[in-house]
């Protein structure tokens, strides 16, 4: 086994189909698992092992494709870096994954710490620094093959966003993104006629699994772009007929204060949303502007991501619909015991999804996955018809005076003002109530409220306990690279 097979399998059927197009430069199946050979064979070059992690700190350029499918062929583990994270963020996590090379480009490479903060790295790959090998110079051996590795072997390690706390390094295994990839071109109904856009990074396990695993798995095309920009991801849209749409609601929201009617989208069969709660609002919009109902997906790093799905065949507006193939999901209480249907509790995954554990963390692991389920730290529930709604994240729940408040239902509350662009709620410290509901909102172009109206709207929407007490404007709201709101950052 071995997550390269992937691309070697549609290079063998396919050997001509377009596999990724980046601006005007197209690859073939066949280009491309040659050029994944040839990285390969150079990295062998510069001394790297089976086993050994090689960390990626590249943008959604092709050398992140040819990088990622090289270090699969070798056998060593790919490290995604977040290009975002700064020198200190960076020197972290390559010391914590002991990574034997960095492979790097321009114009990232300038926040890279220098060599003797990070031991462990032997060789270090478009760096810029002096007598440093470029993807382009790598000794040009004949293309590998993939070896074969054991299915619990790891395949890549993705860093938590560290909504709190220091990252921790997600251990995938070949099995599990296999597994995951396969069940995810089952529910998408994916083909080899398939175009995805992916503007979303491919250091994060949703574009790296989900969108570029998958769509290789399909034989399909990749078209990417190094970065989400709304009028040119609109124009490729139409330009290269695209028929998946990935978002996160961010995107969703951004596209649709920019208006649709200009832009041709008829090509596009599905659209899809994860990594953060899609508010209702919002989506009820865009299946307005476009007549897509908008697919949620749910899941998390640690389970490869994906677990559940709202098909587009048996939608359920809010929900995040419905266990993939071979995934259990329940919502347990404190106490780890099954709750009934519409009982609120904590969302738990098993399955051949979930990670192997966290690099170097065994205490972690033992917590995340006590009694054989992934512990997702997010509250929800489940219908009668077996369908989940996530309601919040334990972490975020607000306590006031020993009451429970979750964000999110203040949230679409005030989403449902025609002023409120974005919004974020969490607690504010109170030495009365312990805590106190505090909301954060960034306005449409043009519109304008005021705190009191946004309060009063909440008043007899909520109980008086869940409406904010403080209502502050911000120009944007801090988030994560795939647009979840860090409320970390807010506190």
């Not at 220098?114 to 440093?132: D, I, K, L, M, Q």
Request: hydrophobic content about 40%.
């Amino acid at each position: 086994m071995n997550v390269a097979h992937f691309l070697e399998a549609s290079a063998r059927h396919q050997p001509g189909q377009a596999a990724l197009v980046f601006g005007d430069r197209r690859w073939t199946y066949a280009e491309l698992d040659r050029e994944a050979g040839r990285v390969a064979a150079g990295l062998a070059r510069l001394g790297l092992r089976p086993g050994e992690r090689v960390c990626l700190h590249l943008a959604n350029r092709p050398e992140f494709v040819l990088a990622y499918y090289a270090c699969q062929k070798l056998g060593v583990t790919p490290v995604a870096l977040n290009v975002t994270y700064v020198r200190d963020e960076l020197a972290y996590i390559v010391r914590d994954s002991e990574a034997a090379a960095i492979l790097s480009g321009p114009p990232f490479a300038a926040q890279l710490p220098e060599p003797g903060e990070t031991p462990s790295v032997r060789a270090r790959v478009g760096t810029g620094e002096p007598g440093a090998v470029t993807f382009e110079t790598l000794p040009a051996d004949p293309p590998l093959p993939a070896v074969d590795v054991d299915r619990e072997d790891v395949a890549a390690v993705l860093y938590t966003s560290a909504t709190t706390g220091r990252p921790k390094g997600v251990m995938l295994t070949h099995a599990n993104v296999v597994s995951n990839t396969y069940a995810t071109v089952h529910h998408l109904r994916m083909t080899r006629e398939d175009r995805g856009l992916c503007a979303l990074p491919l250091f994060h396990c949703f574009g790296q699994n989900f969108i570029m695993n998958a769509l290789v798995v399909a034989g399909g095309t990749l078209v990417l772009q190094e970065r989400f920009v709304p009028a040119d991801f609109l124009a490729t849209i139409a330009r290269h007929r695209i028929s998946i749409l990935y978002a996160v609601p961010t995107m969703y929201i951004v596209l649709l204060a920019g208006g649709l009617v200009a832009h041709d989208l008829s090509s596009l069969r599905l659209a899809f949303s994860a990594a953060a709660m899609l508010p209702g609002d919002v989506e009820q919009r865009w299946t307005a502007a476009t007549g897509l109902p908008v697919s949620q997906g749910y899941g998390l790093t640690e389970c490869s991501p994906f677990a559940t799905y709202n098909h587009e065949h048996a939608h359920r507006p809010g929900s995040v619909g419905t266990p993939i193939e071979n995934v259990e999901v329940r919502v347990v209480d404190e106490h780890d015991r099954e709750v009934p249907d519409g009982t609120l509790g904590e969302i738990v995954i098993r399955g051949p999804n979930v990670m192997r554990g966290y690099l170097g963390k065994p205490e972690d692991t033992a917590s995340a996955l006590r009694g054989g389920w992934l512990h997702s730290g997010d509250i929800g529930y489940r219908d009668g018809d077996g369908y989940f709604y996530v309601v919040d994240r334990v972490k975020d729940m607000i306590n006031v005076a020993g009451f429970k408040v979750f964000p999110r239902e203040v949230e679409e509350v005030l989403f449902g003002h025609p002023a409120v662009a974005e919004v974020a709620v969490l607690g504010r410290p109170d030495p009365v109530k312990g805590e106190v509901v505090r909301a954060c909102v960034v306005l449409r172009p043009e519109q304008s409220t005021t705190a009191q109206e946004l309060i009063e709207r909440c008043r007899g929407r909520v109980a008086a306990y869940k409406v904010p007490v403080v209502v502050e404007f911000l120009p944007a709201l801090p988030k994560s690279p795939t647009g979840k709101i860090l409320k970390k950052n807010l506190r």
